[in-house]
């Protein structure tokens, strides 16, 4: 169990993450979301060691580790990009923190294989770091960062630098990798599909504070506010009495005896769903229908509006 | 900890040291200064300042005017035919300074203008065609990979608005190339501005620089004191050129990785021009050598090369053992160098600021301080205790390496830089300590840029001649560029053409040497 408290760093006086707190439990795979800037790899950093906090501790197992070297704190990192040895092959790369573990030769090579095989890369072990492409590069480092197995792995937006259809597949991969070596993860993106795709809990993260912890349906039902409902992907906002609500895409259905009248807008598809766009006294919304409807076409929406999470305008 | 005070004491004893005495005799009382400018008034010493500013920025303007064209086409070549012209042009520069002299002589020699109406022997124009000769790699090849830099989609936006072949490239190309033109014109004039074995061959007794001033008054008058004052000089306008240069260079963007070269080939008859002209310019000399060493009479044969195995009269050993020697003592000089240098990168890349900026400093002043102040500094510095070096044969390699680690640190430290901060940190986060990460990442890394720094330190260290000729002359620390200049400048052709036959293998050495460098990744691309 690692836990945060009260954490703060600061970066030529602007706040990188402020009071910061929270518990990351074992054989969990946590999910830091956020957009760019907000802070969430200096929160890894700081979790690695690798960053000294201005105040508040992190501990491990109970124990302050807030002065910890990184070496001797157990936690794996991975990186999004370019960060394989140059100078060694692909085996030498993974048995890298085995050998300073000092484990035996033969013991090594038996766990680089086993590792290559996990990440799908069986044989590859001669090769040059040189000659993998992004993806193979990728695996090779989980590799790397698994072998010794930490007792938690940080992973810095793993699959931020490679194309669409392969980081698709490692995203329905990484958590599997994970969940057979049984290790606890944190895993930092920008990407809600990534997020929701991986995590077993969610921490959403902006303009260096945590906004929302919690399990991912219970942040995607209950946001809370709308900057974290906006990271979650949900755009239908709406104003019902004083109350501010969020109306998940898929909460509503075509029916004569509906409660909202609507006229289609447009037809978009996104990832391979069919979005539909209506203009309703509410204001425009955002639906995935069952039905298909054209441009134009004016019909009645049965949405339940007392199921729409209610978020602070924030 | 301590291991990094080797460096510091490596440049306080040698470099740091040394300098300062030649300072400390410059300037020590009034007197002295009286003296130093007196000696900076006779005629004698006037002229050579003025001949040293003339004959460097002659030879730099035709260097930069001659070396353009290889530049254009260079830029435009596929790589791999890229790599290999860049190799070959490069053969001139890493060839020992006393090996283009030899060369040249030869040249004159062979095509009958040593003496008559059209003589070149003992000119002004034999030193700028030397000159030329040996700086044409630094603009061709700085110019031309900057160039290959550049993106080429500007020059034809030029085009497609309407300006013609010429006016595109004076309007567009050129003032973006003026940074790496500028840069390598900087450098062609301090190795002009600071060139020894050249100008004490080619130049004779009538054309004198600051630099064969200085040896002339140390070593054949043994006057110190004067040649001090002309080191002193010698030493600020080093400085101030290398002031002049870093301005230059400060605003020189690095050309972007991804870059849209043109496909289009410059015309055939250029190119063929460009390249009969080069291989006639760079090439000629060469064989030039090549084919004296082996003439006997009228006829070939392998003489030459026999007789270096005797002694003669003018070495103090025979040329056989100063090859010998020079092996050694490049040997040694590179390990230490690559020691220093190793120790000393460690310290400009991870150390703390000030330290950094400090090790900085005092690795790259070597390299701009001229061989002949080096080597002045050390025969008045090293001469008596603390450090009576002048007995033992370390002294050379010591020189040496002192010149050779400033190459080491330059191709060490862009390396250390390189790596990714990020890998350090993954290292970390699987167990290694800040120690082992120098030893296990750091070191494996810079390592493969300190062997093209320890091959350079080699290769100079083979053909150098300015710092040795002040150095003590006995049998044991006769150098291969120190017999062939007492060769070179004795008359009588049995001993030129023994001299001959001795560049042919010094030349074969360092271009072994170079093909090592090319051939490693980190030699294949860059200024330099």
Redesign the interface.
């Known amino acids: 169990m690692w836990r945060l408290e009260q954490l703060a760093v600061q970066f030529d006086g602007k706040p990188a993450i402020e009071n910061f707190s929270a518990q990351f439990d074992k054989n969990q795979i946590t999910v830091i979301l956020g957009p760019s800037g907000s802070g969430k790899s200096t929160l890894l950093r700081v979790i690695a060691g690798l960053q000294k906090p201005d105040s508040g501790q992190f501990f491990i197992d109970d124990l302050d580790a807030t002065e910890l070297p990184s070496h001797q704190r157990d936690i794996g990192l991975m990186f999004q990009d370019h960060t394989l040895f140059p100078h060694r092959n692909v085996s030498q790369n993974v048995e890298f923190g085995l050998r300073l573990k000092k484990i035996q030769r033969q013991e090594r090579r038996r766990i680089v294989d086993e590792m290559l095989e996990l990440v799908g890369l069986e044989g590859f072990n001669a090769r040059d770091v040189s000659s993998l492409s992004g993806g193979e590069a990728q695996r090779v480092a989980l590799a790397r960062a698994l072998a010794p197995r930490p007792s938690l792995l940080l992973l810095d937006e793993p699959l931020g630098a490679l194309d669409r259809p392969l980081r698709d597949r490692l995203t329905h991969e990484l958590p599997k990798v994970l969940r057979t070596t049984k290790t606890s993860a944190i895993h930092v993106t920008h990407d809600h599909d990534e997020a929701f795709a991986i995590a077993d809990k969610l921490i959403v993260m902006d303009s260096a504070k945590a906004l929302r912890i919690g399990s991912p349906m219970d942040v995607y039902n209950d946001p809370r506010s709308e900057t974290v409902a906006k990271f979650l992907g949900l755009s239908n906002f709406v104003k019902i009495g004083d109350q501010r609500k969020v109306i998940a895409p898929q909460a509503a259905s075509v029916d004569p005896n509906g409660n909202v009248p609507a006229v289609v807008t447009d037809v978009r598809l996104s990832t391979g769903l069919q979005e539909t766009f209506f203009a309703t006294n509410l204001g425009p919304l955002k639906f995935r229908l069952n039905e298909s409807l054209s441009v134009g076409t004016s019909t009645i929406l049965r949405i339940d509006l007392d199921q729409a999470a209610t978020i602070t305008s924030s | 900890m301590v291991l990094f005070l080797i460096p510091v004491i490596f440049i306080s004893c040698f470099f740091a040291y040394p300098i300062a005495a030649i300072l400390w005799n410059g300037l020590q009382s009034l007197d002295h200064f009286n003296q130093l400018t007196e000696v900076l008034r006779t005629p004698r010493s006037q002229k050579a300042i003025w001949f040293t500013f003339w004959q460097a920025t002659v030879s730099t303007v035709i260097t930069v005017l001659v070396a353009l064209p290889s530049a254009a086409i260079i830029s435009r070549m596929k790589k791999r035919s890229r790599k290999w012209v860049r190799a070959v042009i490069t053969v001139p520069f890493v060839l020992p300074t006393i090996v283009v002299a030899g060369a040249f002589e030869a040249v004159f020699k062979q095509l009958g203008i040593d003496n008559g109406p059209l003589s070149l022997h003992h000119t002004s124009w034999a030193i700028i065609l030397a000159h030329v000769f040996f700086n044409y790699a630094v603009v061709a090849r700085t110019v031309g990979s900057f160039w290959s830099g550049l993106d080429y989609r500007v020059e034809e936006q030029a085009r497609l608005l309407g300006a013609n072949k010429w006016q595109a490239f004076w309007q567009v190309t050129f003032p973006a190339l003026k940074p790496a033109i500028y840069a390598s014109a900087v450098i062609t004039y301090l190795f002009s501005f600071t060139s020894f074995g050249i100008i004490l061959v080619l130049g004779g007794p009538r054309k004198a620089t600051l630099e064969t001033e200085i040896y002339r008054h140390a070593i054949t008058r043994s006057d110190f004191q004067s040649a001090s004052s002309l080191a002193l000089l010698q030493l600020i306008a080093v400085l101030l050129l290398i002031v002049v240069s870093t301005r230059l260079e400060r605003g020189k963007p690095a050309p972007k990785s991804i870059s849209y070269r043109s496909s289009e080939q410059f015309s055939l008859k250029f190119r063929l021009t460009n390249w009969t002209f080069v291989s006639m310019f760079l090439g000629g000399p060469i064989m030039t050598l090549f084919l004296r060493s082996f003439s006997v009479g009228d006829g070939y044969g392998l003489s030459h090369y026999q007789a270096l195995a005797y002694r003669v009269p003018q070495l103090p050993a025979t040329a056989l053992n100063a090859i010998l020697n020079s092996l050694i003592f490049a040997t040694v000089a590179t390990f230490i160098a690559v020691a220093v240098g190793i120790l000393a990168s460690l310290q400009i890349v991870n150390g703390k600021p000030g330290l950094r900026s400090l090790f900085d400093l005092g690795l790259t002043l070597p390299l701009g301080t001229s061989a002949v102040t080096i080597g002045f500094g050390i025969l008045i510095a090293l001469d008596e205790p603390p450090f009576d070096l002048r007995t033992s044969w370390w002294i050379v390699p010591i020189a040496h390496a002192l010149i050779g680690t400033p190459f080491v640190v330059r191709t060490m430290v862009p390396a250390l830089r390189h790596i990714?901060p990020?890998?350090r940190?993954?290292?970390?986060?699987?167990?290694?300590?800040?120690h082992?990460i120098r030893r296990?990442?750091d070191l494996?890394?810079a390592m493969?840029g300190a062997l093209v720094g320890a091959a350079f330190s080699f290769a100079v260290s083979i053909g150098e001649f300015g710092a040795t000729s002040f150095l003590p002359r006995r049998p044991e620390t006769l150098t291969a560029p120190i017999a062939m200049f007492r060769l070179l400048s004795t008359p009588g052709d049995l001993l030129r053409g023994q001299a001959m036959a001795l560049s042919v293998i010094l030349a074969l050495i360092v271009a072994t040497t170079v093909v090592v460098i090319e051939s490693t990744k980190a030699g294949s691309e860059g200024s330099f």
């Open positions: 990714n990020k890998i940190e993954v290292a970390a986060t699987l167990g290694a300590s800040p082992q296990v990442i494996p890394i493969r």
